[in-house]
Nanobody, 122 residues
Framework: VQLVESGGGLVQPGESLKLSCVASGFTFDDWAMAWFRQAPGKEREGISCIDSTFGTLYYEDSVKGRFTMSSDNAKNTVYLQMNSLKSEDTAVYYC????????????????WGQGTQVTVSS
């Protein structure tokens, strides 16, 4: 199993970014795909998750209405569209996966990407 994130960068407050996570070594059936982020000095935080088995689509409160997670099963890719970015969204963003149901807890995921840096600053 391999996950590769891309799409991070430096943007100004209010702007948008779209992150991608390409998965290989498995197909999305029976797997949960999640986005986490980790800011300096803070714990890794689950912000969104999608699973097909249980029909889950989860967003953490601070990103609801601004971030949208989607998947393209044909491309084995999940996306995180991030709009109206704020300085507090600055973090390294990771995608993660494991069998089963979505979870907001990092410890429940076995497989992780390398992360992509998102910096929101004027």
């Amino acid at each position: 199993v391999q996950l590769v994130e891309s799409g991070g960068g430096l943007v100004q407050p209010g702007e948008s970014l779209k992150l991608s996570c390409v998965a290989s070594g498995f197909t999305f059936d029976d797997w949960a795909m999640a986005w986490f982020r980790q800011a300096p000095g803070k714990e890794r935080e689950g912000i969104s998750c999608i699973d097909s088995t249980f029909g889950t689509l989860y967003y953490e409160d601070s990103v609801k209405g601004r971030f949208t997670m989607s998947s393209d099963n044909a491309k084995n890719t999940v996306y995180l569209q991030m709009n109206s970015l704020k300085s507090e969204d600055t973090a390294v963003y990771y995608c993660a996966t494991d069998l089963g149901r979505c979870s907001r807890w990092a410890r429940t995921y076995t497989y992780w990407g390398q992360g992509t840096q998102v910096t929101v600053s004027s």
